[in-house]
């Protein structure tokens, strides 16, 4: 389809509102002042559910969708496997990280709380969501990232279901896999199917204390490492999450072939 600017819409508003849909002031600001749209002008809306419609704009507070709501234009299946991104919040730095984790392909980020946590950390997960919304939107993504609530990492090392494929990142321990050889161990083998999810853990600047990994590792978790470099918590996620949805790319070309 022609290239089209993108509106992301709740799945339950899009339920309620039949072919027209009602914009918030918000949307209509931004179809108006931001894109440049007019009536008769043609942009896509997404639910971030793994659905999209073509719409037009009818006047600056209503669209009309041009399928039916139980028959998008596109649709596409949730990822598979769904990637994780647990991470510890720093000072600076989290509004960008959330907006690159969604732009690379991260399906789900649980902020965390750890012993080494800097104080003045941020923790603002309405803003975190409307940078995950505009990122979805920029990036073409058709779902939406499941931002988590922040919990203690001395109480979220468990949750994760055993079955699914979990390390942590951590420095100064050079026998350690790097995460690129951990993910490679994981494509799929007549015997070693792929797991649900994979999920992998950023700890604070100042790193884990010896607890948090020791608990980490009696409940299943693997310790890898980032490279010869000590990064920042902001550059270890983002590379994190590159390395593991270019490893699910080619994981499911491998599965295909």
């Known amino acids: 389809m022609a290239e089209l600017r993108r509106l992301l819409i709740r799945p339950e508003r899009l339920q309620d509102s039949g072919s027209g849909i009602q914009l918030e ?140 494929a979990r390390c942590y990142a951590t420095t100064r321990k050079s026998t350690l896999p790097r995460l690129s050889t951990w993910l490679e161990h994981r494509l799929i083998t007549s015997d070693n199917p792929l797991p649900a999810e994979v999920w992998m853990a950023i700890g604070p600047e100042a790193g884990w204390t010896e607890g948090e990994q020791q608990q980490a590792v009696a409940l299943g978790w693997t310790p890898v490492q980032m490279g010869c470099s000590i990064l920042r918590t902001a550059t270890a996620a983002v590379t994190a999450t590159a390395l593991m949805t270019s490893w699910r790319a080619t994981a499911l070309e491998v599965e295909r072939s």
Not at 51 to 68: I, K, N
Not at 144 to 150: F, K, N
Request: glycine residues 8%; negative net charge.
């Open 25 to 164: 002031p918000k949307e209509s600001h931004y179809l108006r002042r931001v894109l440049r749209l007019r009536p008769g002008d043609a942009l896509a809306v997404v639910d971030g559910q793994g659905h999209l419609w073509t719409a037009r704009v009818v006047d600056g507070e209503h669209l009309e969708l041009g399928q039916s709501q139980a028959h998008p234009y596109l649709s596409e299946s949730a990822p598979f496997p769904r990637l994780g991104l647990a991470v510890v919040g720093v000072r600076r730095g989290m509004d960008d990280l959330m907006r690159m984790a969604c732009e690379l392909g991260i399906d789900c980020i649980q902020p965390l709380r750890s012993h080494w946590r800097t104080p003045q950390a941020e923790d603002r997960p309405d803003r975190w969501q409307v940078i995950l919304d505009e990122a979805v939107e920029q990036s073409e993504r058709l779902w939406m990232p499941r931002l988590l609530s922040t919990k203690a990492v001395a109480d979220w090392w468990g949750e994760p279901d055993p079955a699914w």
